[in-house]
């Protein structure tokens, strides 16, 4: 019988560290938290109990107290490639316990010291820069239980086993320092092996990694030309043997259907030259005579991958077009009623060597694309008819910025089903929201939504739809507190930080945007300031002390930094800011003509995250470091106000 304190409260929800619930949890001491439901509002928890279940045993923890939010795993780290379940259930103040919540899964996405060994490997014979390049392998396997794949890139790939994609991730693993950390996902991919032959294929193009980032003649590809990945498939079997199958010469390589792909510029792709051999088999299949295909080429060894943090992208929605009209040169003009990121996926069908051309554009300017704003970024994808039939065709390793589409070259009349735009992003939990009758303001609070969305596609950008699309640290230092009240943005931003400390120089200077593909930086009030920000919003919202623990140190080389700038006085003027960057009456076109005068601006934000980073210390414990920087902010209030404040 359930007790009346069992109907009343319920543990309604049950996290564990890891980017998306039933992802794989990236360490061996996963925090736990628990969301708890109750009819009564006089009902506080005791404590909690944790059982996790496991390889046919079972464990429970007890935690006393009330707290609900990241707790220390209690349990024995896990192992790499660890499975269970774990359950809550909590006891109130009273001593009744309640039902036991649903159990969670949990799978370890870590490989185990010295297991990764695969070879960097990519294309051999590159035609063009940023070749896009099919890679397989085929190998035997007989009574398999568990088959994990681990892979990565520098670049952007999706892998197939037997002809089947393993995930619905999306441009994965998505961007980072290639030089200094790369991401890998794990996949249990066990439903997907047969028994005997198998074929193990990845699709794979340059993506950030080949893009050329910069401005005007300082555009250039920052980690190499060339996309390359590494990967490896753990087979166990039934007798407790296993087989790792890794990356290496043994590959096969060949240009496939997409012809060339790239973030700005977009696709082009020809199904013609789909890869069937002469028995009709894919390339994906095993059993495909891969005979005339090329050895891999192996590239240099990157850093050893970790595992995946932030939350992967995927397609989140699917938008149909508003209305459509025809141009006087015979292009269809989609509007899909709102600004989006992502792509068009279309269905058609006609003869074979029939080319469609689809360009974006966020606005229309005299009734055509406004492409001036997008300045070298073409937003064009290309497709090339194989013909025989109904074809359907995404772009997959692009994405742009856009409300409307046109479309030139369809055969016959374009129906309105025939073509969706595709949203994608980081796909994060949605947290909060926010509703009105006011109907103009329901439409700006819908604005910043979408706004994110677009903006928050692998890690947080300025813009979705130009050739820029970068990290600026000053957007999200000042966006963060927003984003965490609208998505669990945790793990996103935690990856993401760690790229900011990585690209932190040795004095404590943050880049202007992370990861730093813009060169050498200044020191820019603001901009620089993301690495007390940001940590410290985790830390409000999400209760996340372990972000602001191991940012601690950028953070505070940061401030110690913008002290020495402002020198005695603790005034920080003379030097390059970007100010204040949203002043409405700014030029257009010159947003750094603000009226604010930059040092002081400068000035009130080194007093800003002096107070963030002695709170740091505080919660953290560095005594010493919490009574040097309680000092700083009063020290600067005195002098902002001597220096700019009018009596």
């Not at 708890?36 to 079972?58: I, N």
């Not at 856009?402 to 070259?409: L, M, Q, S």
Request: charged fraction near 20%; hydrophobic fraction near 40%.
């Amino acid at each position: 019988m359930t007790s009346a304190v069992e109907s009343v409260v319920r543990v309604i929800r049950v996290d564990v560290e890891a980017p998306r619930p039933g992802d794989p949890v990236p360490l061996p001491n996963p925090r736990v938290s628990w969301h708890v439901h109750s009819f009564a509002p006089e009902w506080r928890q005791a404590r909690a109990e944790l059982r996790w279940d496991y390889d046919g045993r079972s464990s429970t923890a007890v935690l006393a107290g009330t707290q609900q939010l990241r707790l220390g795993w209690p349990f024995e780290p896990l192992a790499p490639r660890a499975r269970g379940e774990l359950r809550v259930r909590v006891i109130g103040l009273d001593g009744v316990a309640s039902a036991w919540s649903e159990p969670v899964p949990i799978a370890a996405g870590f490989f185990g010291e010295g297991e990764w060994d695969a070879d960097w490997i990519g294309h051999p014979n590159p035609e063009h820069e940023a070749q896009p390049v099919v890679l397989r392998h085929e190998f035997d396997a007989n009574g398999v239980v568990r088959a994990t794949l681990y892979a990565t890139a520098v670049g952007v790939y999706q892998a197939a086993l037997n002809g089947t994609d393993v995930d619905d991730h999306v441009l994965k693993p998505g961007w980072t320092p290639f030089a200094e950390r790369t991401i890998a996902d794990m996949t249990d991919v066990t439903s997907l092996i047969r028994e005997g032959s198998n074929c193990l294929s990845v699709r794979m193009a340059g993506a950030w990694a080949t893009e050329h980032f910069g401005f005007r003649q300082n555009a250039q590809p920052r980690y190499g030309t060339q996309p390359r990945m590494a990967a490896q498939l753990l087979l166990e079997f039934a007798d407790g043997s296993s087989q790792w199958i890794r990356t290496g010469h043994e590959w096969r390589t060949a240009s496939g259907a997409l012809k060339f792909s790239g973030l700005y510029k977009g696709e082009r792709y020809d199904a013609r030259a789909d890869l069937i051999d002469a028995s009709g088999v894919r390339y994906a299949e095993p059993g495909y005579d891969d005979s005339r295909w090329d050895a891999a080429r192996a590239f240099p060894a990157e850093p050893v991958p970790e595992p995946r943090i932030s939350p992967p992208v995927r397609r989140i929605e699917e938008i149909s077009p508003a209305s459509a009209q025809v141009t006087d040169a015979g292009a269809t003009i989609l509007d899909f009623g709102q600004n989006l990121v992502g792509r068009l996926r279309m269905r058609v069908s006609g003869p074979a060597g029939t080319t469609i051309t689809l360009r974006h554009a966020e606005v229309l300017e005299d009734g055509q694309l406004a492409t001036r704003p997008l300045r070298r970024a073409n937003a064009t994808d290309i497709y090339t008819l194989a013909g025989g039939g109904d074809e359907v065709w995404e772009p997959e390793f692009t994405f742009h910025g856009f409300r409307f589409a046109e479309i030139t070259g369809w055969p016959g009349e374009l129906q309105p089903d025939d073509v969706v735009a595709v949203v994608i992003h980081s796909d994060m939990q949605r947290t909060g929201w926010f509703s009105t009758s006011h109907p103009l303001l329901q439409r700006l609070h819908d604005n910043v939504v979408w706004s994110l969305r677009g903006n928050f596609l692998s890690l947080p950008t300025d813009c979705p739809q130009r050739d820029e699309r970068l990290g600026w640290t000053g957007d999200i230092q000042i966006f963060a507190p927003t984003a965490g009240f609208l998505y669990d943005v945790r793990g996103f931003l935690d990856s993401w930080l760690r790229d900011l400390a990585i690209e932190q120089d040795s004095e404590g200077m943050v880049p202007f945007v992370v990861p730093n593909v813009l060169g050498l930086a200044r020191p820019a009030a603001a901009w620089g300031d993301a690495a007390v920000v940001v940590p410290d919003v985790l830390h409000q919202q999400f209760g996340d002390l372990d972000t602001l623990a191991r940012q601690y140190s950028s953070a505070r080389a940061w401030v110690d930094l913008c002290v020495r700038l402002a020198g005695p006085d603790l005034i920080w003027e003379g030097d390059f800011q970007f100010g204040d960057w949203l002043d409405p009456t700014a030029p257009p076109d010159r947003p750094g003509q603000a009226m604010t005068a930059t040092g002081l601006v400068a000035t009130a934000c080194l007093a800003r995250s002096a107070v963030l980073l002695a709170r740091a210390a505080e919660m953290l414990g560095h005594t010493s470091d919490f009574e040097r920087y309680t000092r700083i902010p009063d020290q600067v209030r005195t002098a902002f106000v001597r220096e700019y404040v009018t009596p």
